[in-house]
């Protein structure tokens, strides 16, 4: 079964950049679904952006063209870089995995989350 352990969450200020990384440990074949997910107080999981085995990503509306998700196989580390934050984007961020493909890119039916690492972004 694949774990997964997050870090490089934190505080900053609107317009200010960050980078999370899950480090993906025990994977052995087949496809895989890298994604990152996060959860505001009050509100449901919502998915944020995902990474099929074959190097497609799928992004949600809010963060396209200010988030980037990529995997460093040498390392073994999924990587969430996060532009021009805004105060919406304060969440408690997890990176999950699935064995499969991405589509559809929801919060349900994944095998594995990571512990969630938290976002504040402050105006």
């Known amino acids: 079964r694949v774990q997964l352990g997050e870090s490089g969450g934190g505080s900053v200020q609107a317009g200010e950049s960050l980078t999370l990384s899950c480090t993906v440990s025990s994977y052995t074949r087949g496809p895989l679904c890298l994604a990152w997910f996060r959860q505001s107080p009050g509100k449901g999981r919502e998915s944020v952006a995902a990474?099929?085995?074959?190097?497609?990503?799928t992004y949600v509306n809010p963060v396209k063209g200010r988030f980037t998700i990529s995997l460093d196989t040498v390392k073994n580390t999924l990587y969430l870089q996060m532009n021009n934050l805004n105060p919406e984007d304060t969440a408690l961020y997890y990176c999950a995995a699935r064995r499969g493909y991405c589509s559809p890119f929801t919060p349900r039916n994944w095998d594995t989350w990571g512990q969630g690492t938290q976002v504040t972004v402050s105006s």
């Open positions: 990474l099929d085995t074959d190097g497609t990503t």
